[in-house]
């Protein structure tokens, strides 16, 4: 049975930056690609990053390009997301996903950005 775990949420000002890590575990498994969602309370589950685990191609939605980076460590099965300039609005429940090929998700972490 395969596991995806987040970490490195936590309280952070605005313009700061904070550091999320997305690691997959368990036996006989093979990652096509590895996402981050987030949701904010009252608002739907939002795409924020997909890293294709071959290649390491990346991408992002307007929201957080140019301040959001994906990357991965292929020998942990870990993704990251390094978020910079972070806004209040960017205040959520940030969740991974591993598709191996079938999509399992994390538990979420939070991510409060105060102004």
């Known amino acids: 049975q395969v596991q995806v775990a987040e970490s490195g949420g936590g309280l952070v000002q605005a313009g700061g930056s904070l550091r999320l890590s997305c690691a997959a575990s368990?036996?006989?498994?093979?990652?096509?690609?590895m996402h981050w969602y987030r949701q904010a309370p009252g608002k739907e589950r939002e795409f924020v990053a997909t890293?294709?685990?071959?290649?390491?191609?990346?991408y992002y939605p307007i929201s957080v390009k140019g301040r959001f980076t994906i990357y991965r460590d292929n020998a942990e099965n870990t993704a990251y997301l390094q978020m910079n300039s972070l806004k209040p609005e960017d205040t959520a429940v940030y969740y991974c996903?591993?598709?191996?090929?079938?999509?399992?998700w994390g538990q979420g972490t939070q991510v409060t950005v105060s102004s």
């Open positions: 368990g036996s006989s498994f093979s990652i096509d690609r």
């Open positions: 996903a591993a598709d191996i090929p079938q999509r399992i």
């Open positions: 890293i294709i685990w071959k290649g390491a191609i990346t």
